[in-house]
């Protein structure tokens, strides 16, 4: 038989020969209420059959006029709100804005209190990026180890909740210390804590990194060149995944992590390529242990002492602006604060890096699987209230 | 440091009117000249000396009764740029006159040196309305594409009808009399005068 008679009715013109076949780029929706997206996000995704070809996100699902709030409201009244931008890393929030108004003001700090700051933050740190331990291994379609991870954030948030009286938004860190003092218990109940989660760590690292399936589901997906960081202003974990050693806390010290010991963990490709998706979550969980390392000379550390350091009732800033950054758990956080020297301030604007890490988005998608693009945006571990603010 | 970064820009980008502004609290900053603010950040992450590598965020601040002296409605552009590789940071400043809602002012697009550029102008357009000319994409972000505006402009009013709902409506809006705190600032008043009154009257009659 030759082909002519092959195919249908012999003349060429079958409707199901190649040049007849039409094919399309679908549009896939992912959003704005997509589990794998982490909150309000959506995606606009041209998809080739499985394989995505362009990858658009629309963000603006939760914003909140934040700037615009603080331009009406006292210094000390936005820290709140500041607390409601990233509200799984709220201390670091409220971190970055109180460093910012007192390097304006010149306050002197007790040193009591910047201890407390460093083992909040490092704890928030922790619960962080426990959290995405646990929803990451979900969007790949792991349940239990969002159970292990949730039990050992759940200690942290109880502790937060005897410290500052709340779970999620503290508004405990002010402007000039620390609104509420650590007890003695508590500070054994953080160590303890501290001594438990070290086999903890251990326990995902074997559960869920060393897992065949994990390993095959990221390692090589998503790949972030150190160039490719530097062009999008990419921080924090993104950008230590992709092998640069970059952190705030060791080359901008401000609070007093010059004088504490940590290393900065940053990708090694150990899985498969560096900048991958295996590297980010990596770095992460290594992060979780130099935390721990910092807590306890933190914990060793700590002196007696007052907790507020001096600051006017009546708070003005001096006329001028300042863009202080800081180390948050997702990348840098910046605030620029302009003040015309009256008691509101005249302009805040947050740099937040989830902002930065999504608009990185539609670069890394073209040509990856759909469930692959799932991967990359946890690995990402994108807050849509800090994106969108 | 200033000083000298504002003397090589002169240097190498002619007309860039580079100047140091000093600043005795806070963060100092460098004013260029708004036409050459592309070849200005060209030159800094070209030159071997500076490699400013990284655009962290651009902020825009509206002032309707210009800066200092100048009394000229003028919108202020901060590119906060660094460099991860000599881990320095500087505050790049452009000035341009505010304009109105049809004609808004006009900046050179720095996403050609930077792509971090492309979501920061946008979103400096969606709530300050500088016009980012050759962005690729020049849309909103934050808010709904169709929006009305820009808010963080200090005489913004919101559009009263959106989409068929009503913007910021009358009940929900937050007058002095509902305040929860002047409310019980209030109550608290009305209690220390009581209590006051209270115990002159104790004290009189014994």
Known sequence: MDSKENSGNGNGHNKYSGEKLKSELLTVNMGPQHPATHGVLRVEVKTDSEVVAEAIPHIGYLHRCFEKHCENIDYRGNIPFCDRMDYLAAMHMELGYCLAIEKMIGTEIPRRAEYIRVIVTELQRIASHLLFTGVYAIDLGAFTPFLYCFDQREKILRLFEEISGARLLYNYIWIGGVWNDIKDGQLTRIKEFCDNLIPELDKYMNLVGQNKIFVERTANIGIMTPEMCYNYGATGPILRGSGVDWDLRKKKPYSIYEELDFDVPVGEGLKGTVGDCWDRFAVRQQEMRESVKIIKQCLDGIEEGPIMGKVPKVLKLPKGEIYMKTECARGELGYHIVSDGGKVPYRVKAKSSCFTHTSMLPEVAPGLLIADFVAVIGSIDIVLGEVDR | ?206
């Not at chain 2, 402009?153 to 068929?164: I, L, N, P």
């Open chain 2, 1 to 206: 440091m200033h000083k000298e970064l504002a003397d090589y820009l002169n240097s190498v980008v002619s007309g860039a009117d580079a100047k140091a502004l000093e600043a005795e609290v806070g963060d100092s900053s460098i004013l260029v000249a708004t036409e050459h603010i592309l070849k200005v950040c060209q030159a800094l992450k070209d030159s071997e000396e500076h490699q400013y590598n990284v655009l962290q965020t651009i902020s825009g601040v509206d002032y309707p009764e210009g800066v200092g002296e100048d009394k000229t409605p003028v919108i202020e552009v901060n590119y906060m740029i660094a460099s991860f590789i000599k881990n320095t940071e500087v505050i790049l400043k452009v000035r341009v006159p505010r304009g109105d809602d049809e004609n808004l002012p006009k900046v050179d697009s720095v996403c050609s040196v930077w792509i971090a550029a492309d979501w920061q102008e946008r979103e400096c357009y969606d709530l300050l309305g500088v016009d980012f000319v050759g962005h690729p994409d020049p849309r909103r972000i934050l808010n709904p594409y169709d929006w009305k505006g820009h808010p963080l402009r200090k005489d913004y009013k919101a559009q009263e009808v959106y989409q068929g709902m009503t913007v910021y409506p009358e009940d929900k809006q937050n007058i002095p009399e509902q305040d929860f705190v002047v409310e019980q600032n209030r109550l608290n008043d009305e209690a220390k005068a009581a209590a006051k009154k209270a115990r002159e009257e104790s004290k009189k009659d014994s």
